[in-house]
């Protein structure tokens, strides 16, 4: 029989215990509206975000306009300065893989029409481009110097830029050739207007900065695909001796050291020196502003002669292989019926010398 003093009545459960109800209720409450400070917190953000991007101006080369149509060099002030001399004064390309051979004709040839008064030197990796190629990049008038080639310090370095530590002999060629001043002109780029101005330059150094069609934009840091520079063989020897010490992103190899070793120091060109075809994807109405004034066309975005990756292209197949580039890459149609204007121009002017090399 049940009886009252049998019963024990059980101990009540508090809130922080399992199975209390009220407190699993709570706690759901809590996150809902901690949840919801969140979402309206990301509202907020996201509202200054539109604003300050709406609201801010953008920089004066993302938003170009064509107000200053002065010419960007005072021809008048150039008869004060000493002339070109041939002989200590030179434009340098660089030659690491057959497959830039055309390129690097083509380049000398645009030069020969600018009338460059400065004298040509073509560098090349002896171990790596055959007596073939070497004959076709010199058509144009290139005079050869073989350099040894400069091994990446670090992995990491793209796979198309291996070899352009090697670039850093530039300095080596007071001893060499014997020059004062010098502007080294990346192969895959066309001469559009004389340049002989840059080699009156008092500095040691100068460079056009970068262009990125991505996010990164117009940069303070300089492209390499043309510098104007003052050889000195202690100066390379430093280099060297840095290459592997200096802290710089290893992909874009000698860009990178380059631009921490010379980067306080360097004179900016105007884009006109080194018109990245970056820039034409960036900023249309830029390009279209450069024109008139561009010195070099550089060809980062598409490269007319070459083929898969970085492959060579015979020279019989070049003018079907730059209308396919210009078909995929049709952003920059003009330009690369520019350079293959200019590749046909080459053949024309020294074709029975570009046959001799191809049948060699």
């Not at 058509?139 to 530590?165: C, K, M, N």
Request: one cysteine or more; hydrophobic letters at 40%.
């Amino acid at each position: 029989m049940f009886r009252y003093r049998d019963y024990v009545r059980l101990p009540s459960l508090s809130d922080g215990e399992p199975g209390n109800a009220y407190k699993v209720k709570n706690t759901h409450e809590k996150r809902r509206r901690a949840v919801q400070g969140l979402v309206a917190l990301s509202v907020l953000a996201n509202l200054y975000f539109f604003y300050v991007f709406c609201t801010t101006w953008p920089a004066p080369l993302d938003d170009y306009q064509s107000l200053n149509t002065h010419p960007i060099v005072d021809t008048a002030a150039l008869p004060t300065i000493a002339p070109v001399n041939p002989r200590d004064h030179a434009v340098v390309t660089g030659l690491y893989t057959d497959a830039f051979a055309t390129a690097v004709a083509t380049l000398g040839h645009t030069l020969n029409v600018a009338n460059s008064s400065a004298s040509r030197v073509l560098l090349y990796l002896p171990d790596k481009i055959s007596r073939r190629a070497l004959c076709i990049a010199t058509v144009s008038g290139w005079e050869t110097v073989p350099i040894e080639r400069i091994a990446p310090p670090f992995r990491g370095v793209h796979r198309h830029f291996l070899d352009q530590y090697s670039k850093l002999h530039l300095w080596t060629l007071d001893k060499k050739k014997g020059l004062k001043g010098l502007v080294y002109v990346d192969a895959d780029a066309l001469v559009r207007r004389n340049f002989d101005e840059l080699f009156r330059l008092p500095y040691t150094f100068a460079a056009v900065p970068d262009v990125y069609a991505t996010s990164q934009g117009y940069v303070t840091s300089f492209n390499a695909g043309v510098m104007f520079l003052r050889p000195d063989s202690a100066l390379f020897e430093d280099m060297v001796s840095k290459i592997a010490t200096a802290r710089y992103p290893a992909e874009q190899a000698e860009q990178a050291f380059l631009n921490q070793y010379f980067g306080a120091e360097a004179l900016r060109l105007p884009y006109a020196y080194n018109a990245n075809l970056a820039i034409k994807k960036r900023t249309p109405a830029l390009w279209a502003g450069l024109q008139d004034e561009m010195r070099v066309m550089h060809f980062t975005m598409a490269k007319p002669f070459l083929q898969g990756d970085y492959d060579e292209v015979p020279m019989d197949q070049l003018e079907r292989n730059a209308e396919k580039v210009a078909r995929k890459k049709s952003a920059y149609r003009e330009e690369i019926i520019e350079w293959l204007d200019a590749w046909q121009e080459t053949k024309r002017t020294y074709g029975s010398k570009l046959a001799k090399c191809n049948a060699s």
